[in-house]
């Protein structure tokens, strides 16, 4: 089974909008490819000039947003909707991210309901899952993933499952400069997509793209990339910086 390999570039809270513009005028310079799959994600306030930008030369990178409110419309001040996103033809949103679950007490149950709302529109959700160091060094990995899966997403159906992209990011490997190892990245991926068997089917966990994110650099990109059951990355702090983000997306 060929899956979309995919390279996604988190830029965070990070970046004014000329320093944002400027970025993604290099990527689209340098990157005229369609595999990887190269999608950006700036703040919320960006993400329209950047995907307009996009559009006008052409360009085969892809935008997303870094979250949005389960509900489609109301009296939420301060929150986009997906369907918000969707009248902007921004295409993905990353869900779940362990920022959002830890400063803005995301639990399972809201995550569930924004992935809808976000299949709903049509949009690509981005869902990211994975364990704090503590769950790590008690070896409880395993099943502290396999409940964020089946809180999160399996309430989806099969259809609504095979469009979700989902992100391993052990949060200790979040912006620690401490990676995964390969073999570990490698062992959590083989076991998400067992898990998605199990639930759903071979053939939909042979069709779930599942992306690694954690410290993700130029000079680790590849060794990850090689392991079978990985299929990009999802990369913060590396994604703010042209030329290695690029060498990432080069090294699948
Ligand atoms: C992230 O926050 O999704 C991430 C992977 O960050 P970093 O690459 O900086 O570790």
Avoid at 131 to 137: D, K, N, S, Y
Avoid at 211 to 234: E, I, M, T
């Amino acid at each position: 089974m060929k899956r979309d390999k995919i390279v996604a570039g988190n830029w965070k809270m990070n970046l004014g909008l000329d320093e944002g513009m400027e970025l993604v005028e290099k990527l689209a310079k340098a990157y005229t490819h369609h595999e990887p799959r190269m999608v950006v994600i700036p703040p919320f306030l960006h993400a329209l000039a950047v995907q307009n930008y996009l559009q006008s030369v052409h360009s085969p990178i892809e935008v997303g947003v870094q979250n949005c409110h389960q509900e489609t419309k109301g009296a939420f001040t301060g929150e986009i909707s997906a369907s918000m996103i969707r009248s902007c033809r921004i295409p993905f949103v990353v869900l779940g991210h362990s920022e959002r679950r830890q400063y803005f007490a995301e639990t399972d149950a809201l995550l569930a309901q924004k992935v809808k709302a976000a299949l709903g529109q049509g949009l690509i959700p981005i869902y990211c899952v994975g364990e704090p160091l503590t769950v790590r060094e008690g070896s409880g990995q395993n099943d502290f993933v396999a409940h964020q899966l089946e809180k999160g997403l399996f309430h989806l159906s099969p259809e609504q499952f095979k469009e979700v992209v989902i992100a391993y990011e052990p949060i200790w490997a979040i912006g620690t400069g401490v990676t995964a190892s390969p073999e570990q990245a490698q062992d959590m991926h083989a076991f998400i997509r067992h898990r998605i068997a199990i639930h759903y089917s071979e053939a939909v966990a042979a069709a779930t793209r599942i992306l690694y994110g954690g410290s993700v650099k130029g000079s680790n990109a590849r060794d990850l990339f090689v392991q079978p059951d990985v299929d990009g990355a999802l990369v913060g702090g590396a994604s703010l910086d042209a030329d290695d983000f690029l060498r990432i997306a080069s090294s699948i």
